[in-house]
């Protein structure tokens, strides 16, 4: 067993995810049926079992969720896992040494380094007579560690002890690499925010004032339009929303700047049934209407027109929001989306575009059509279904 934890760490397997080691499990009569073949599927399908829990980070749930595979991977008499701060699980026999097992870390907690001791115990059928105790790092820091109890502090448990708590460790760097990932979306998500703000707010509030008087009950609509747009917008819960609580915001947005452009702004919305409960990145669309709305109507003269369009791919939805407004030259928008340079006045195009690679990948960044003088239309794909994407 403490040989098998070493050849799933070297055959780099530590992120494979546990779906795909259950097909591998699944498979094992056709690869074949020795003992050895057999352990290391086990051996495998156990770290798999593992994973999940460690990727909220070092926590209480998941240590002490993860700790009963983790000991059989060691094949140890009992197992203890600790932060920084105290002990968060104990696993296996001779819990009356629990207490003793934040004691014993301090030394490992203090200097990184492994620690083998002997444990006093006065019960003679007790298994724990030493403790192998290794740190559990993040970024070259020591956030924890890892205690392997037995009657024997032998050399192939120290280094099973060693090799588990590096998979350990690559489990809390990818939970770091996911929280990162989320404080970022929130983080962008209050940028867009910051930026529609301000603008929207004063011209709405300035139409809404201008009906005061001369026609109260349409001020009382947009007032009541205006407060459901700005909760939405404001709302702090969930990363993702879905395509029709997305549009349901995009057609109050638009019904106030309707209010202010009058018969000048024509809007086309073409909407497939099939796509409205599709999960979407919260606030991913409206920026894109505003854009078309800020920079293809408001700098020319006439009639201005947008078309939304909303169809289903088979597996995608594909949307677009197009007007015949000004438009840019490919190269500006080509660094707007780069980051290189900030869009005058601009509404987060490469905000949207960075946070739907980040979630989908590359291959589902904006694609937008564009010249000067000939309009612009921005194209979206999303992926109907995507690991860790629902609107809840």
């Not at 055959?11 to 080691?21: D, I, Y």
């Not at 403790?131 to 392997?148: F, Q, S, Y």
């Not at 939304?308 to 791919?313: C, L, Q, S």
């Not at 905000?351 to 980040?358: C, K, P, T």
């Amino acid at each position: 067993m403490e040989y098998l934890v070493g050849v799933a760490v070297a055959a780099g397997l530590v992120g494979v995810p546990a779906l795909v080691l259950w097909r591998v499990m699944r498979g094992r009569r056709e690869l074949g049926t020795s003992p050895a073949e057999r352990a290391t599927f086990e051996t495998l399908h156990t770290a798999s079992l593992a994973g999940p829990p460690l990727r909220a980070g070092l926590t209480a749930d998941g240590a002490e969720r993860a700790s009963r595979h983790l000991r059989a991977l060691l094949g140890s008499s009992a197992l203890a896992i600790t932060d920084g701060e105290r002990l968060l699980v104990y696993d296996g026999a001779g819990e009356h040494h629990a207490g003793q097992a934040f004691e014993q870390a301090r030394a490992t907690l203090k200097d990184g380094r492994t620690q083998v001791l002997a444990v006093d115990c006065d019960l003679l059928e007790c298994p724990v007579r030493h403790a192998v105790v290794v740190p559990l790092t993040t970024d070259d820091r020591v956030v924890g560690t890892l205690a392997a109890y037995g009657p024997h502090a032998s050399a192939g448990l120290v280094k099973a002890a060693q090799e588990v708590a590096g998979w350990v460790d690559s489990q809390l760097e990818l939970a770091e690499l996911d929280r990162s990932r989320t404080l970022l979306m929130e983080a962008e998500v209050r940028a867009l925010r910051a930026q529609i703000s301000p603008h929207f707010i004063y011209n709405s509030l300035t139409t809404i004032a201008s009906f005061v008087r001369t026609d109260p009950e349409r001020a009382r609509e947009l007032l009541l339009e205006f407060a459901d747009f700005t909760r939405y917008s404001f709302r702090r819960h969930g990363e993702f929303t879905t395509l029709a609580e997305e549009l349901r915001s995009i057609d109050r947005y638009l019904t106030l700047e309707r209010a202010r452009f009058g018969d000048q702004l024509q809007v086309t919305l073409r909407i497939a049934p099939e796509v409205l409960p599709v999960a979407v990145p919260f606030l991913c669309l409206q920026p894109l209407v505003e854009n078309a709305v800020r920079h293809g109507l408001e700098s020319r003269n006439g009639v201005g027109r947008i078309v939304i369009v909303a169809e289903d791919g088979g597996a995608e939805c594909r949307i677009s929001v197009e007007d015949d407004g000004l438009g840019m030259e490919p190269e500006r928008l080509r660094r707007i989306l780069a980051g290189e340079i900030a869009p005058s006045g601009g509404v987060g195009l490469a905000n949207v575009d960075e946070r739907l690679r980040q979630v989908y990948g590359d291959e589902y960044g904006l694609v937008v059509e564009t010249g000067a003088g000939a309009g612009t239309k921005v194209n979206v794909r999303l992926p109907k279904y995507h690991p860790g994407v629902s609107a809840r």
